[in-house]
Structures are given as C-alpha cells and as structure tokens.
C-alpha cells in the first residue's frame, strides 16, 4: 500500500472516530441534564409532599400549600 493511501484510510478512520465520540459525548451530555432535572423533580415533589403532610398533621386552617412553581405543571388537571 502506497504512504497516500494510507494516510487517507487513517485520515478517514480519524474523522469517523471524532464523528461517534462527539456524538457519544453529546448523547451523554442530554442524558446527565435530563437526570439531573429528574433528581430536581424527585426534591421537590419529596419536598412538597412533606409539607402537605405536615399541614394535615398539624391541623392546618385553610387551603393546603400551593406546589413550587417549577412542578405545579404536574398538578394541573386540564379540564
């Protein structure tokens, strides 16, 4: 094999290889902010039920705690 053939062949092994590791690394990337918005979610819901809990244990007057702005969308019922 002539030295221009090869160093095409590792020149195009080189561009497909920076092809699937930038698209990994950016797979990677959308899955890490998607868990970590889930382990946001998963704060708040714990955070919010705790404190429909405790208004119900403690004899809360009134209307119970309203759901932080950010997971009030999982309340909305659309009717």
Request: net charge positive.
């Amino acid at each position: 094999m002539s030295d221009a053939i090869l160093t095409a062949l590792v020149a195009a092994f080189g561009v497909i290889g920076a092809a699937v590791i930038g698209t990994v690394a950016s797979i990677a990337a959308l899955v890490w902010r998607s868990m970590r918005r889930a382990a946001s979610t998963n704060v708040s819901l714990w955070t919010y039920t705790r404190l429909l809990i405790d208004h119900i244990y403690r004899g809360g007057i009134g209307p119970p705690p309203a759901p932080p702005a950010h997971i009030a969308h999982l309340y909305e019922t659309g009717d």
